[in-house]
């Protein structure tokens, strides 16, 4: 938890109770609208109250620590209602991925990965992958070979305009970004460049 919050040690040894007492966002601007630690249903919620109607990217972080469980646990949790947006599950972790699927077939499946070594790990199991996270500097080293792939590509993390413009023009499934407003404007200038 030392990474997001302003507490110490590691989460799994952490309490749902404990975890909500930690400071996780006030040091974002003057009045954060969260500054506990959300769970999964706080998120759902609020998206729903702020009429989200984007594509919400479920990311299990398995691939180190291992929860018990929690791959059936959060399809529980998303199949509690039908939502007003699009969500997809992924993970680094292809065990999780595979027991996504199985309990959740319908539901978009994406591996995360840094390197073509991660890739070529996957074996049997890239069948099952339904769209593929690669870090950005993956998708620099391989631009020739994206369009052999045939899955959606959704790179992460690219914060820097003339790599967002560069998704667009590789006409990349998405992006994952921290600054999602320059993203949709860069988007936006791409589009109406292709326009003109």
């Known amino acids: 938890v030392d990474r997001t919050t302003d507490g110490h ?3 799994q040894q952490l309490t749902l ?19 506990c630690v959300p769970t999964l249903e706080d998120v759902l919620n609020c998206l729903v109250e702020e009429q989200f109607n984007g594509f919400l990217n479920i990311e299990l972080k398995t691939d180190i620590i291992h929860y018990e469980g929690i791959e059936k646990k959060v399809v529980q949790q998303m199949k509690q209602k039908n939502w007003p947006f699009r ?21 978009e499946i994406a ?10 790990q996957a074996g049997p199991a890239f069948a099952l992958v339904d769209s593929l996270h690669p870090k950005m500097s ?4 391989h631009e020739k070979e994206l369009i052999t792939i045939g899955k959606p590509l959704r790179p992460w993390t690219v914060n820097r305009m003339e ?6 023009q590789l006409k990349l499934a998405g992006v994952h970004t ?10 936006q200038n791409w589009q109406e460049e292709g326009e003109t």
């Open 87 to 107: 969500y997809l599950y992924s993970s680094f972790y292809f065990p999780s991925l595979v027991k996504l699927k199985k309990a959740d077939p319908k539901t």
């Open 138 to 141: 993956w998708v620099l080293a």
């Open 9 to 11: 040690g590691e989460i």
């Open 111 to 120: 591996f995360i990965y840094e390197s073509a070594e991660d890739l070529s």
């Open 178 to 187: 921290d600054f999602p407003e320059e993203a949709k404007f860069a988007r």
């Open 163 to 168: 790599e967002m413009e560069n998704c667009f």
């Open 17 to 35: 109770n404990e975890l909500k007492q930690l400071d996780a966002g006030s040091w974002f601007q003057k009045n954060p609208s969260v500054q």
